[in-house]
């Protein structure tokens, strides 16, 4: 049996990409450049996050089905650095129902309507 551990990637579907990676870059620093061999992927990454982004002309109600989670040593300094940014649409809470891995949240949508979440693990590990 395959046991995972964390994901290692994904790939987000977004309306227009240089407006998504501008977005990227200044909320949460990430280093954005388009791939040589696909100029319509971005490469996204961090020290601890690496993903990518592809423009897509999907309806709008597909594109905010989307979903991407970051982990956070603190969601409560995420949410004040959302409110400076002018960021003020957003929801918390607190997931404990699972055995391993409970965390307190926040999410907010980006200007594709793709929620972005923080989570701040309470309990368990990889």
């Known amino acids: 049996m ?8 994904t790939c987000l579907l977004v309306k ?19 791939r040589d061999d696909a100029q319509t992927t971005l490469v996204v990454e961090s020290e601890h996050v690496h993903f990518f ?6 309806e709008s109600e597909f594109l905010e089905k989307q979903h991407i989670s970051f982990q956070v040593d603190s ?6 650095e959302l409110r400076r940014m002018g960021i003020n649409d957003l929801e918390t809470g607190e997931v404990s129902f699972f055995k391993t891995r409970n965390y307190k949240w926040c999410e907010w949508r980006d ?16």
């Open 16 to 34: 227009s990409i240089k407006e998504t990676k501008k977005y990227l870059e200044r909320l949460f620093g990430f280093t954005c450049w388009f």
């Open 111 to 126: 200007s594709n309507r793709i929620r972005f979440e923080c989570v701040e693990i309470t309990n368990g590990d990889c």
């Open 53 to 58: 982004v592809m423009e897509h002309k999907a």
């Open 75 to 80: 969601v409560s300094l995420v949410v004040d």
């Open 2 to 9: 395959i046991k995972p551990c964390a994901i290692d990637h």
